[in-house]
């Protein structure tokens, strides 16, 4: 029995797509991968109803048993963030239609996961993905390995901010609810 996991690095312009199937000794399989593109002049409605839609069709056409996201953060490029929280949220649209839960995961532990170094370059991390799905070459561009990357976290047992208990998880996953709870905790203070 294996488990089918759909991993997305959520992006406007390029959104990595990697789906694995992980079997119960942690043995990674590659099923798809693929980058979805949109053009930077195309309106963003049109932007986010396309890459929905690849998003959508890989769902239906693998059926994975779920689906984990790069957590969104705070970059300098204001713009940049926009776009990845909105392809976030069309991503975990599609798959709660499908009722399936979304796993987020921090890059530090999607890093951690997969090459053992929260601080892995983008090249090492790609290095790992392919040594893991047994590929003669890197997954190209860097989206496409980072979407594996991200799914092999998950599958591995890193259930994400989403879908693990309070107690549980990794310690960066831990850590990010606790600054959580912090934030909300003084927004609701009188």
């Not at 996991?5 to 099923?31: E, K, Q, S």
Request: overall charge positive; hydrophobic content about 45%; proline content about 5%.
């Amino acid at each position: 029995m294996s488990l089918r996991v759909l991993g997305i690095d959520p992006g406007l312009t390029r959104c990595g797509v990697g789906i694995v199937d992980v079997d119960a000794r942690r043995r990674g399989r590659l099923v798809h991968v693929d980058v979805l593109r949109t053009p930077p002049d195309l309106a963003i409605e049109r932007r986010l109803l396309a890459i929905g839609e690849g998003i959508a069709a890989l769902l239906d056409e693998h059926r994975p048993d779920r689906v984990a996201l790069e957590r969104v953060f705070a970059q300098h490029n204001v713009r940049s963030v926009m776009g990845v929280a909105q392809i976030s949220g069309v991503a975990m649209h599609e798959s709660a239609r499908r009722g399936l839960a979304v796993a987020l995961h921090t890059p530090s532990e999607v890093k951690a996961a997969v090459t053992g170094y929260g601080s892995a370059d983008k090249a090492q991390v790609a290095s790992m993905v392919a040594r893991i799905l047994g590929l003669t070459e890197a997954p190209r561009p860097a989206d496409a390995a980072d979407a594996l990357a991200i799914a092999l976290c998950n599958a591995w047992g890193g259930g994400g901010a989403s879908v693990v208990s309070a107690e549980g998880g990794t310690p960066a996953q831990r850590a990010w609810r606790a600054a959580e709870k912090s934030a909300g905790a003084r927004r609701l203070a009188p």
